[in-house]
């Protein structure tokens, strides 16, 4: 899910990855809303680090199938005695 300015986490490992002599990275798969989009994205990270031969491909635009676990709010599954509870 690369590509959006204020979840910069993707765009990070990504470019670690590219930097990194010991990792091969053969291709790479966007997942999220907008899968094109992200795929451009990854696209462009590797362009600017010297990799534009790396395969890329738009996945998924949403998921494939429910995931009861993400659409339920996770706050309201958060154990009442854990250490750290949530903001």
């Known amino acids: 899910d690369i590509g959006f300015e ?4 993707d765009a990070l490992a990504l470019a670690y990855l590219l930097a990194n ?3 091969e990275l ?12 992200r795929a451009e994205m990854a696209d462009v990270i ?9 395969p890329i491909v738009g996945g998924a ?14 706050v309201r599954r958060w154990p009442e005695d854990a250490r750290h509870q949530p903001r």
């Not at 997942?31 to 989009?37: D, E, I, K």
């Not at 590797?46 to 790396?54: H, V």
């Open 6 to 9: 204020t979840d910069p986490d």
């Open 21 to 23: 002599p010991d990792c």
């Open 61 to 74: 635009d949403r998921p494939l199938f429910a995931n009861q676990y993400w659409m339920e709010n996770p």
């Open 46 to 54: 590797c362009d600017r680090m010297g990799k534009p031969e790396i």
């Open 26 to 37: 053969v291709g790479i798969s966007t997942v999220g809303l907008h899968s094109g989009w």
